[in-house]
């Protein structure tokens, strides 16, 4: 009765000890897969950012114009 106990304590731990490992690997997944999509979303945002900037300052100064 005692060893029957025992062994599904054990299994029981084991079974923690995996869904914790597979809750950590997903974590990680989740978290790269996050920070990838957030660094394109950044790199799209400083484009469309000089590409405005660059619009503006074409603005300033017409085309034909000549600036000593």
Do not use: W
Not at 41 to 54: G, T, V
């Amino acid at each position: 009765m005692i060893s029957n106990c025992q062994s599904k304590i054990k299994l029981n731990i084991h079974m923690n000890f995996e869904a914790g490992i597979r809750f950590i690997v997903f974590l990680i997944i989740f978290g790269v897969t996050n920070y990838l999509m957030m660094l394109r979303r950044y790199e799209n945002d400083i484009k469309k950012k000089k590409y405005l900037q660059q619009k503006k300052i074409s603005r300033l100064y017409p085309k034909g114009s000549f600036i000593f």
